[in-house]
T-cell receptor, first 110, second 113 residues
Framework: DVKVTQSSRYLVKRTGEKVFLECVQD?????MFWYRQDPGLGLRLIYF???????EKGDIPEGYSVSREKKERFSLILESASTNQTSMYLC?????????FGQGTRLTVV | AQSVTQLDSQVPVFEEAPVELRCNYS??????LFWYVQYPNQGLQLLLK??????LVKGINGFEAEFNKSQTSFHLRKPSVHISDTAEYFC???????????FGPGTSLSVIP
């Protein structure tokens, strides 16, 4: 089974903190994605990566950055967390036109 | 794909009744279409996908969807729902030449005993 693992299920951070969300996949997929999920808005793409050290902005990249130093790991970074970044964050990797999702990280910024 | 619309944000239905969850997409190029399901406190799981060929696609758990190019729709159906089908359902689309998936806002299906 393909496995996409997000390092934390729940996180609580303070406004202004630098936050790292980690995602690891075990199937050697080239494409990896970070989405945020908010009620009534579905999933919105923050960033994606199609190869190591390659990244591309999604629809809502403001306030976020990413890092992909190794093929299996894709990190999402909130440079200075704000309350409007409180959300569910989902990581995915894809191959053969199918995306596999992690369990999600519910981040609360207070 | 430029946008995906799911007209119904919430759909309550009695157990063993049929259900249809509606999805429409907007795109100027050819697309692949997907339905994902998200059970409470879990990630998304692929239900079915349309890539090409037959417009009626069968997926897991008894779900099926029909691609209608003229109406730019990809509605999801199940003839008889179970309590365990209670979940959030997302329609998604991506262009055939570019691996960027656009998701709809989701439909919350509640199956009533």
């Amino acid at each position: 089974d393909v496995k996409v693992t997000q390092s934390s299920r729940y996180l609580v951070k303070r406004t202004g903190e630098k936050v790292f969300l980690e995602c690891v996949q075990d199937m050697d997929h080239e494409n990896m994605f970070w989405y945020r999920q908010d009620p009534g808005l579905g999933l919105r793409l923050i960033y994606f990566s199609y190869d190591v050290k390659m990244k591309e902005k999604g629809d809502i990249p403001e306030g976020y950055s990413v890092s992909r130093e190794k093929k299996e790991r894709f990190s999402l970074i909130l440079e200075s967390a704000s309350t409007n970044q409180t959300s569910m964050y989902l990581c995915a990797s894809s191959s053969n036109l199918q995306a596999f999702f992690g369990q999600g990280t519910r981040l609360t910024v207070v | 794909a430029q946008s995906v619309t799911q007209l119904d944000s919430q759909v309550p239905v009695f157990e063993e009744a049929p259900v249809e969850l509606r999805c429409n997409y907007s795109s100027s190029v050819s697309v692949y279409l997907f339905w994902y399901v998200q059970y409470p406190n879990q990630g998304l799981q692929l239900l079915l996908k349309y890539l090409s060929g037959s417009t009626l696609v069968k997926g897991i758990n008894g779900f099926e969807a029909e691609f209608n190019k003229s109406q730019t729709s990809f509605h999801l159906r199940k003839p008889s729902v179970h309590i365990s089908d209670t979940a959030e359902y997302f329609c998604a689309a991506r262009e055939t030449s570019y691996d960027k998936v656009i998701f709809g806002p989701g439909t919350s299906l509640s199956v009533i005993p």
